[in-house]
């Protein structure tokens, strides 16, 4: 008699368990995620894509883009991100290497007069430094569009950085006392 109260006691504390937390074993897993994918370009834009997916699994969609790094994890969301070596279809589409109002370096969508949507800068140029037709296919903006022609003209213009000077400081701030 004891052993069937037992199992009966057994029984209902489970059943009421059940109905405080309802099973759902996979049920997250067959329920609709949205994925959403970034790509990390070497000029510095990330473009999102966003995808509805019902008929794949949370399981599934990690085992896809298991190469991507994971960045946010939901039961209704996953956030992978991945880097891209090349430069974004924006500056393939029209971008140009100039110069900014302040003489910096830059990446425009559009050529630097027409454009103010500046997509990546870098350096301040040394303006007396370069030769006046430098100076002036900076100004109308140079053409780009690979990856190679980018780097190219960025590493180029490297040595007409405009040095920062050394900050130099004649005390310290604070002295260490034995």
């Not at 069937?4 to 609709?32: G, T």
């Not at 690979?146 to 007409?160: G, V």
Request: some cysteine; charged content about 25%; hydrophobic content about 40%.
């Amino acid at each position: 008699m004891k052993k069937v109260i037992h199992q009966a006691a057994f029984l209902m504390i489970v059943s009421i368990v059940l109905c405080i937390m309802p099973y759902r074993a996979d049920a997250n897993e067959k329920e609709p995620m949205t994925l959403f994918l970034e790509r990390v370009y070497v000029d510095g834009v990330i473009s999102q894509e966003m995808i509805k997916s019902p008929s794949m699994t949370k399981k599934q969609l990690m085992k896809k883009y298991k190469n991507w790094r994971l960045l946010k994890e939901t039961d209704q969301e996953l956030v992978f991100r991945t880097s891209i070596d090349d430069i974004s279809p924006i500056l393939k589409e029209n971008g140009y290497v100039g110069l900014s109002v302040n003489g910096i370096l830059s990446a425009f969508e559009g050529k630097p007069a027409a454009s103010q949507h500046i997509i990546q800068s870098f350096f301040q140029i040394d303006i007396k430094r370069l030769e006046s037709y430098q100076h002036e296919q900076l100004k109308k903006g140079i053409r780009v569009q690979s990856k190679d022609e980018y780097l190219s003209l960025i590493n180029f213009y490297k040595i007409y950085q405009l040095q920062q000077r050394p900050l130099s400081i004649k005390q310290p701030f604070f002295s260490m006392v034995k």
